[in-house]
């Protein structure tokens, strides 16, 4: 899967956390994204066994939280996998989240390797 960095991350909202931080090593981006990339996993476990369980609020309820999560750190490919999901699950509608999980995956294991480089 190849994705434009421009498409798997806010610029923008990094810059912002980077300034919010206002330390000149990055301290404070680095300890955001540590925290993220430690729970985003649990989430993403979380939001698997509620859909093989077929309890879409719940599932939706997972990807609402790892939304919000994704869009606070820039990870907004992330995020959009995550609003599909939570979206569906609110309508409860099943169909087509296997496709979405597996691209859930890839594109958490991408945003995480370009998280670590900034």
Do not use: R, W
């Not at 956390?17 to 476990?45: C, R």
């Not at 999560?69 to 999901?85: D, F, H, P, Q, Y």
């Amino acid at each position: 899967m190849k994705i434009e960095k421009e498409d798997l991350l806010d610029f923008n909202i990094i810059q912002g956390l980077k300034e919010l931080g206002n330390d000149v090593d990055n301290s404070f981006l680095t300890e955001v994204i540590d925290l993220y990339l430690e729970q985003a996993p649990g989430l993403i476990m979380n939001m698997k066994k509620q859909f093989e369980g077929k309890n879409s609020l719940k599932m939706s309820q997972e990807a609402h939280a790892l939304k919000g999560a994704s869009l606070n750190i820039g990870a907004k490919k992330l995020s959009e996998i995550c609003k599909s999901i939570e979206l569906k699950g609110k309508a409860d509608d099943l169909e087509g989240i296997p496709e979405l999980i597996k691209e859930l995956d890839e594109v958490y294991e991408i945003s995480g390797v370009e998280l670590k480089k900034l």
